[in-house]
């Protein structure tokens, strides 16, 4: 897991020093966050853009040249105020003094810096090949003492249990966290209408499909987990969805895979006997790709970019796991004692952010090992 170190500098004729900075950080093992180069437009002002990028970061890098640059309303440099806003979260900081003449505020600034990082590393570069070994090195010595925490596999097993032990339908768990262990989300915006909203359309967006307009919902808060839950019987067909949101922005997700098609004498019969793989894979799809479009929302700065995850069937019974069944007038059984969930995956997934985006594979690789492990 590389940490994340911000580039603060002035940007216009600058640019080659920028691009060394970021070389130099890959090499020294983080991932560099430059705010103008790498982030996509949105409704945040740049001032706002570039302080929470400061926050997505693991540490600061400063890197002051000939120019101070632009001066905000505040009247302090805008990588002032970045490097404020470091100071602040407790970033460590890292300052790069170019060596040339300075105007005024460039001057200025460098010497506040000069004041105040002590016990920060502080070099000198004359090139963009010398700043860029400089940061690598400096990258690789403070890298390890970030100490970033892993959320740990047995916190997703942990959460991979039903939340309704009487539904009469099969239901998909899945739970899915960010890999690296922090706080995500304020609870406070659990309370908020705005996020509350946000929570319900991307459920029911039609690239999500998780939720259905068709049936009522509850959002309640239980131990600072937001539960986004739709329970309904139709007069067609069943559509159950829980989410729990927390925090540490893992997700819980449970949804219905029986009862999923209008029900005929045949269809109630194969939905009582038989779990389609297709059923398995189209809800955990919609699962994902609700995971993914809420961190775009809430982790713009991509801070998070590998996911843990697994997934399991509650209340599966004697029906079979099958691809593509066909009613019919009998259907085998498993043969099984209780109805322990069935887990898919031995050990929890480790995944990428662009699986959230593109989760048909994943979602297939679930239903597989559902089906396999179902006759094992």
């Not at 740049?46 to 000939?66: F, H, K, M, T």
């Not at 905000?72 to 990588?79: F, H, Q």
């Not at 009998?330 to 322990?340: C, N």
Request: net charge negative; hydrophobic share 35%; charged share 25%.
């Amino acid at each position: 897991m590389k940490p994340r170190f911000f580039i603060s500098s002035v940007v216009e004729g600058f640019g080659n020093y920028r691009d060394a900075a970021r070389q130099g950080v890959a090499e020294g093992g983080g991932a560099a966050v430059l705010v103008n180069e790498d982030m996509s437009p949105s409704d945040s002002s740049p001032r706002n853009a570039c302080l929470d990028g400061v926050a997505s970061a693991d540490a600061y890098i400063g890197i002051i040249g000939s120019r101070g640059g632009w001066t905000t309303p505040s009247g302090k440099l805008a990588t002032e105020e970045e490097y404020e806003h470091a100071i602040l979260l407790g970033k460590p900081v890292l300052v790069f003094l170019q060596e040339t003449g300075r105007d005024a505020d460039a001057d200025r600034f460098a010497e506040r810096l000069s004041s105040y990082t002590s016990g920060h590393l502080r070099s000198t570069f004359a090139s963009p090949a010398d700043l860029r070994s400089q940061i690598a090195a400096a990258v690789q010595r403070l890298a390890p003492s970030l100490g970033l925490p892993l959320t740990s596999e047995s916190e997703i097993t942990s959460h991979l249990k039903p939340s309704n032990r009487y539904s009469q339908e099969t239901r998909l768990g899945l739970v899915i966290g960010p890999e690296r262990q922090e706080d995500v989300i304020d609870p406070v915006q659990f309370d908020d209408r705005a996020f509350r909203d946000l929570v319900m359309r991307v459920g029911h967006d039609s690239s999500v499909a998780l939720l259905d307009y068709g049936f009522p919902k509850d959002q309640t808060i239980v131990q600072n987990v937001l539960i986004t839950e739709q329970r309904g019987s139709g007069r067609d067909y069943v559509s159950e969805a829980r989410i729990e949101i927390s925090e540490s922005g893992i997700i819980v997700f449970e949804g219905n895979v029986t009862g999923r098609t209008p029900r005929t004498s045949s269809a109630d019969l194969l939905a009582t006997m038989v779990v389609a793989e297709e059923d398995i894979e189209a809800v955990a799809a919609s699962m994902f790709r609700f995971y993914g479009r809420l961190f775009d929302e809430i982790d713009t700065y991509q801070r998070h970019e590998s996911f843990v995850l697994n997934s399991a069937l509650y209340g599966l019974g004697y029906r079979t796991i099958m691809r593509n069944p066909k009613p019919r007038h009998s259907h085998p059984v498993r043969m099984v004692s209780g109805d322990v969930p069935l887990v898919a995956f031995e050990r929890p997934r480790r995944i990428p952010r662009a699986i959230l985006r593109a989760p048909d594979d994943e979602a297939r690789r679930i239903a597989t090992m559902l089906g396999r492990n179902s006759v094992g």
